[in-house]
């Protein structure tokens, strides 16, 4: 059985830093690309960053450059999102996400296979 769970999420106040951990079992995911999305209430859930298995290819959403970093490590089977000077509007559920299709790394939520439950991030004004 497949799962990711996320963990890491909470209350910050803006400015703040948080990072997000996604561990995945039940089958090794090194060559394939993992994405972190996002939704807030009443909002359709948005990209936010992604990486290619080898870790050549990384993008991200405009919203997060420069704030928000994403890194993998392929032994623990693990992403990670990093994220900095935190502003109120980063608050959503932050979920993450396997493209389990070879050599891509998807950009948008229909591209993804497997999905984590996701974790609360809040930032405070």
């Known amino acids: 059985q497949v799962q990711l769970v996320e963990s890491g999420g909470g209350l910050v106040q803006a400015g703040g830093s948080l990072r997000l951990s996604c561990a995945t079992s039940?089958?090794?995911?090194?060559?394939?690309?993992m994405g972190w999305f996002r939704q807030a209430p009443g909002k359709e859930r948005e990209f936010v960053a992604a990486i290619s298995w080898n870790i050549v290819s990384i993008y991200y959403a405009d919203s997060v450059k420069g704030r928000f970093t994403i890194s993998r490590d392929n032994a623990k089977n693990t992403v990670y999102l990093q994220m900095n000077s935190l502003k109120p509007e980063d608050t959503a559920v932050y979920y993450c996400?396997?493209?389990?299709?070879?050599?891509?790394?998807?950009?948008?939520?229909?591209?993804?296979?497997?999905w984590g439950q996701g974790t609360q991030v809040t930032v405070s004004s």
């Open positions: 039940g089958r090794t995911f090194s060559h394939y690309a």
């Open positions: 996400a396997v493209d389990n299709r070879y050599s891509s790394t998807g950009l948008t939520p229909r591209e993804y296979a497997y």
